[in-house]
Each structure stands twice: as C-alpha cells, then as structure tokens.
C-alpha cells in the first residue's frame, strides 16, 4: 500500500491504530470457521465516528476498497480481506449509552458486543431480545450489518426488528445520524431498515439504537426427544402458536449433542438416544411449566420430554445446542449453508440434503441443527476443502427447489454472491444494485460481498 496513505491513515486515527505487522493483522484476516482466509496490507481502528468518516472519505477519494469488521464471527466470508481490502475495525466503537427507560431503548456503539447491549438492558430491568451463540464476540455493527436472527427470533424478530435508529458513515463519506428512536416516524425511506442486513456494502454503520423488551423471570427449558424430523416440524408448528410464553425452538440430532458433549463434558438428557430433539424455551411472568408440559402432552412422536426451570441445568442444557458451532470447529473446517426451508419441506430436505452431500463428496459428514421456529436450518458439513463448490452447487440447488431460502440470517458475504441470482429477481438486483451505486459510488465498499463480479 501507497506509503503515503498509511502516512494519512496515521494522522487520522493515530499510528498506534494502523496494524501492518503480521501478527498484528492476522486475527482480522481469517474468519471464524478458518475458512476464509484472506490478507489485508493494513487493519485501521478509528475510534469515533468522526474517524470513521475520515478514514472513509480518504479511501473514497483514492479508490481503495475497505472491508468494515466488528466481532469477526460471521460465516459467509463478508468480514474478512479475500482481496487485499483494507480492514476498517470497528471494534473501538464499543459505547454503550445509558438505557433510555422511558422510551425503554438503547444506543450502542457499532464495536459494543451484543451481550454488552444485553447487560445494559438487564441493568435496567429489561431485555435486548436479539441472542445467539457470539453475542460475547459479536457486535452491534456486524449483527446490524447481517440482521443476526439468533433464537428469540419466532417471538420478537431479528435485529431490524429491534433497530429504530442508526448512525452510519456511507460509501460517499457522508455520515447519516438518525437516533432519536421516535416509534412512528414516517419521514422517507427507513435508512436503518436498508442499512440493517447490508453487510458493509452500503457504509459502515457506527452506532444503533434498539428497542428492548420487558423481562421474563420465569424461564423454563422443555427438551423434547421426537421420533422423526416430520413429526417434530408438525409439532412446533403447533406449539408457536399454542404456547404464549415460548420464545425459542430449536432443532437437534443426537449426533450433534453427543458430539457437544464429548468434547466439553456436558451430560445428554436422556438415556437412550433418539433421532432427534426440539428444544422449547419458555419466558413469562408467571411460570410457564404447565403451559409447556400441557402443549407437550399427547403430541404426535413425542418420546421423552426434560423439563429444566433451573438457570443452572437449563443453561446446561442449552450449551448442547449452542456449543454446536464450536464442536463442530473440533472436527475440521466446516463449509456452512445456513438455509430456511418452508415448514412442511424440513423433513424432506433433511433427507435429500444428506443424500446429496454424499453423492457429491461421499468422505463428507453431515451436521444438521437449527432453529426449526423459523424454518431455518444450519447444514454443516465437515470433511471437505474449503472451495468445494460442487457441493455449493448441489445443496442451493437443492434449497431452491424445495422453495426454501438460500440464506437465512447470516447474510450472503462472499460464500454465496454467486447463489444470489438463484433467489433475487433480476429486477431485484438491479434495484440493489442502483442502491449500491447511489450509496458508494466509488465501489469501495466491502465490494466482493453481496453481489458476485
Ligand atoms: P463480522 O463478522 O465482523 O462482520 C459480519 C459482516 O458485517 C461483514 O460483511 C462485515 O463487513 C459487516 N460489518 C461488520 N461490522 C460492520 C459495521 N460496523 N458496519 C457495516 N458493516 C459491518 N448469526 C445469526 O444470525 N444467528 C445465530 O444464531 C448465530 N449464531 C452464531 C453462533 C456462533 C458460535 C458464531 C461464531 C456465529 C453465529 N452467528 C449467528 C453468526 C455471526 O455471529 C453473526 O453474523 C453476527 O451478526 C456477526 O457479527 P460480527 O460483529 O462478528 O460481524
Ligand atoms: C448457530 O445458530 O449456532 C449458528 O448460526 C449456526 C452455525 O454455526 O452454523
Ligand atoms: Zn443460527
């Protein structure tokens, strides 16, 4: 890189915050699976939103592409360099206001982690209602980028459902700032809506606010061990909505639990396994057991039912579901298609997506989880080369004539640009694409995600 520019980057953010030695960079060059693997001539870390603008008008003006990155826990290739982008971290951007308890929001930081967010809210006896594995890592800026789904999405929504205002700096270098969270405020396009879910290629965004959401103090755990996947999607189908208080379900299989447990020592709730498991989570005032145990009773292939209302064996019981993606990690580089399938498809394609794999990469092994509330599966597979795109080929294929989604709330990054014409209009691309051209003329950023070539 143009010597010169560092020299200018320096001045902006102060030498200390230009990372150009190796070890330095290479945590924000590699993603999260280790799949993605890319180099960056430097890693810039403004801290204030004024920085951020500086840095991008300079990059603007001299046509160099950035790649913005918060937590770096995404998984399609969005957040990392793969071709020599410059790294803007955003990671110093890590504020979290006072919880505004009238208005019951909260303005954070884009660097500020989500659990960071979730602690402010519970300090003043609310709930921020976006969760998921990352949130210790993951940021307010990247979950707002990607519109992170999580487990609580089947009650309250993903992260745009949450956002009501937001500051970003776009492509232009023009900073917009709209956080004063006004619930109706219908004055033009919803720019946090547009902004929410574009995963850096419209601008950077440097602070959100969010609505949250009251507590529930009674939160009950019902593991419910199922005898097929059909028999399991026709069941949440009816407990979202015959079960008031529940906030999550999610679907695993006894390969996937047993392989959790064995490589952090959790104990399996049951015995004798079965092919598959859907967790309900429950949250009221009041305490849900019976509204639980009474939706559970008398379903259709329900084998065995774990009631947890202790924090302690319930967040046990949850790692079985949220340490999927670590394990996995243990096994080899997984090669993720995260999916949402219309409900009366998820049997099938549970079937036909391991079918698939195999014929396409016999050496392969199949991990399937996810959060069947919304139709949405996460489909990893273990034992192949990082850009085996055969196997790409095959299972959106597969997804889009089971009519389902090729990404459901991790977003598209690099890992499926080339999948988007699959799912999109050409109509529709070309009005995403007029937005890009309109918001970051100069096609600096985060250009090789989103949209392929
Ligand atoms: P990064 O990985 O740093 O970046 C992600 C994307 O956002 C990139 O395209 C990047 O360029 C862009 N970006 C980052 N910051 C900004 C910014 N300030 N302005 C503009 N663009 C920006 N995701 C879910 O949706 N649901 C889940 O249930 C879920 N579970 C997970 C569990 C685990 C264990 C892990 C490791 C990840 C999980 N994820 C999940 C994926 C990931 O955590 C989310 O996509 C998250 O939103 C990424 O946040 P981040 O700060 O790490 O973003
Ligand atoms: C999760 O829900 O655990 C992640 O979104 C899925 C994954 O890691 O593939
Ligand atoms: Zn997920």
């Given amino acids: 890189m143009d010597p010169a520019l560092l020299r200018e980057l320096a001045e902006i953010v102060e030498p200390a915050h230009v990372l150009t030695e190796p070890d330095a960079k290479s945590g924000y060059e590699v993603d999260w699976t280790g799949r993605f693997r890319g180099a960056t001539p430097a890693v810039i870390r403004p801290g204030s939103t004024s920085e951020v603008a500086a840095v991008v008008e300079l990059c603007r003006r001299e046509g160099v592409a950035v790649v913005p990155q918060g937590g770096n826990t995404g998984m399609v290739g969005g957040g990392v360099p793969l071709a ?26 884009a660097g500020a982690t989500v659990e960071s967010v979730q602690r402010a809210a519970a300090s003043a006896g609310l709930r921020y209602a976006v969760d998921f594995g990352a949130r210790g890592t993951a940021t307010v800026g990247g979950s707002t980028a990607t519109n992170a789904g999580g487990i609580n999405l089947i009650r309250f929504g993903g992260t745009r459902e949450q956002l009501v205002g937001i500051e970003a700096v776009l492509g232009t270098g ?18 946090p809506s547009l902004l929410c879910g ?10 959100a606010r969010f609505r949250l959401v009251g507590m ?8 419910v061990a199922m005898s097929s996947v059909d028999a399991a999607a026709a069941a949440v189908a009816r407990w979202r909505t015959g079960i008031p208080s529940l906030e999550a379900a999610e679907l695993v299989f006894h390969d996937g639990i047993a392989l959790v447990a064995n490589a952090f020592g959790l104990s399996l709730p049951f015995a004798a396994p079965s092919p598959v498991y859907v967790m309900l989570d429950a949250g009221a005032l009041h305490d849900p057991t019976d509204e639980l145990a009474e939706a559970v009773a008398g379903i259709d292939g329900v084998v065995d039912v774990a009631v947890a209302a202790d924090t302690v064996r319930r967040s046990a019981l949850w790692r079985l579901r949220e340490d999927h993606a670590l394990a996995i990690n243990t096994v080899g580089v997984p090669h993720k298609f995260d999916v949402t399938l219309p409900q009366a498809q998820l049997g099938a394609f549970t079937e036909r997506v391991r079918a698939v794999v195999a014929s396409v990469e016999p050496e392969a092994y199949v991990w399937l989880f996810g959060h069947v509330g919304d139709g949405n599966l996460h489909v990893n597979v273990t034992g ?5 795109h055969a196997l790409d080929d095959a299972v959106y294929g597969l997804v889009v004539e089971m009519g389902g989604s090729i990404s459901a709330e991790h977003g598209i990054g690099t890992a499926k640009a080339r999948f988007l014409p699959l799912d999109r209009s050409a109509t529709e691309l070309t009005a995403m694409r007029s937005i890009k051209a309109a918001l970051d003329p100069a096609g600096i950023m985060n250009p090789h995600a989103l949209f392929a070539g």
């Fill in 84 to 109: 020599g982008e410059l790294v803007v971290s955003l990671r110093r951007l890590d504020h979290v206001d006072p919880v505004d308890t009238a208005a019951q929001q909260v303005t954070a930081g």
């Fill in 174 to 191: 023009e900073t917009v700032r709209r956080l004063s969270g006004l619930i109706k405020d219908n004055t033009g396009y919803h720019l």
């Fill in 198 to 207: 574009s995963e850096g290629t419209l601008g950077i965004v440097t602070a």
């Fill in 216 to 223: 529930a103090p009674h939160r009950v755990l019902a593991f």
């Fill in 384 to 388: 192949v080369a990082p850009d085996a």
